[in-house]
């Protein structure tokens, strides 16, 4: 199973047509891989940091849209 497909739950499904909008005008950067962190930034007219983050198992999402501290929409 790819990662999108483990991800696809987790958000809906305008936030993720959203997404692949931005991958296709390549609003997306990978900035840093590690074995259990990604990091990258998205632009939609500023730049927001996201950071992917593998803890005890778990899948974290952080990100600074909206000056919060998840990527929750």
């Not at 296709?24 to 998205?42: M, P």
Request: charged content about 30%.
């Amino acid at each position: 199973m790819s990662l999108s497909e483990l991800l696809e739950n987790r958000f809906r499904g305008d936030i993720r047509f959203r997404g692949v909008a931005y991958l296709k005008a390549e609003r997306v950067s990978l900035t840093r891989i590690t074995a259990d962190h990604v990091f990258g930034l998205v632009r939609d007219g500023v730049e927001y940091q996201t950071h992917l983050s593998r803890e005890d198992g778990q899948l974290r999402m952080y990100c600074n849209w909206r000056s919060r501290p998840s990527c929750e929409p």
